[in-house]
Antibody, heavy 124, light 105 residues
Framework: QVQLVQSGAEVRKLGASVKVSCKTSGYTFTSYGISWVRQAPGQGLEWMGWISTYNGDTDYAQKFQGRVALTTDTSTSTAYMEVRSLKSDDAALYFC?????????????????WGQGTLVTVSS | DIQMTQSPSSLSASVGDRVTITCRASQSIGNYVNWYQHIPGKAPKFLIYAASTLQSGVPPRFGGSGSGTDFTLTISNLQPEDSATYYCQQSYTPPRFGQGTKVEI
């Protein structure tokens, strides 16, 4: 059965970094990309970025470029998302999702399987 | 980026009702629209892709239509477990979600 299991809740101070993991199982890791989506309190879903698990290519939403880094470890079928220089409005529930786009220049991205979410709290 | 304007932001309906949620794209995107259901505290659930194709396992009371700039999600015979927030997502690049529609039953 296809599963994405994320790491547990994190508390960080303003200006710090946080790294969330997303361990996949039940499918060939490199056949799909991984997208990251967040939901701030009281807000909707916001796509943050995508990584090709095949070759490590990335694509970030403009507002996250330079502050978010997506990586993968194919030996453990795990994806990672790091957010640097945390601000108060980075406090959110972060999701990883299996993305049908495995390569760059792909249209029609679908997110068919999601992780359970990781709550990131930012304190002052 | 292509924006998605979703309406209404919330609605209240009764068991057995039929409800319609709409999404309008800021430019024509063919049928590159997907729909998701999100219940708080759970992972979002993938419902419909390519505007009208039901994902495997999704009850047939869910339906999608549209192309170009205007898209619709219809839920027929509303059930208590359909209480959730529904999001459209344009799957051009970069992907972007609508603002969500909270359905209360």
């Amino acid at each position: 059965q296809v599963q994405l299991v994320q790491s547990g809740a994190e508390v960080r101070k303003l200006g710090a970094s946080v790294k969330v993991s997303c361990k996949t199982s039940g499918y060939t890791f490199t056949s799909y990309g991984i997208s990251w989506v967040r939901q701030a309190p009281g807000q909707g879903l916001e796509w943050m970025g995508w990584i090709s698990t095949y070759n490590g290519d990335t694509d970030y939403a403009q507002k996250f470029q330079g502050r978010v880094a997506l990586t993968t470890d194919t030996s453990t079928s795990t994806a990672y998302m790091e957010v640097r220089s945390l601000k108060s409005d980075d406090a959110a529930l972060y999701f990883c999702a299996r993305d049908s786009c495995a390569n760059t220049n792909c249209f029609g991205s679908t997110f068919d399987i999601w992780g359970q979410g990781t709550l990131v709290t930012v304190s002052s | 980026d292509i924006q998605m304007t979703q309406s209404p932001s919330s609605l209240s309906a009764s068991v057995g009702d039929r409800v319609t949620i709409t999404c309008r794209a800021s430019q024509s995107i063919g049928n590159y629209v997907n729909w998701y259901q999100h219940i708080p505290g759970k992972a979002p659930k993938f419902l419909i892709y390519a505007a009208s194709t039901l994902q495997s396992g999704v009850p047939p009371r869910f339906g999608g239509s549209g192309s170009g700039t205007d898209f619709t999600l219809t839920i027929s015979n509303l059930q208590p477990e359909d209480s959730a927030t529904y999001y459209c997502q344009q799957s051009y690049t970069p992907p972007r979600f609508g603002q969500g529609t909270k359905v209360e039953i």
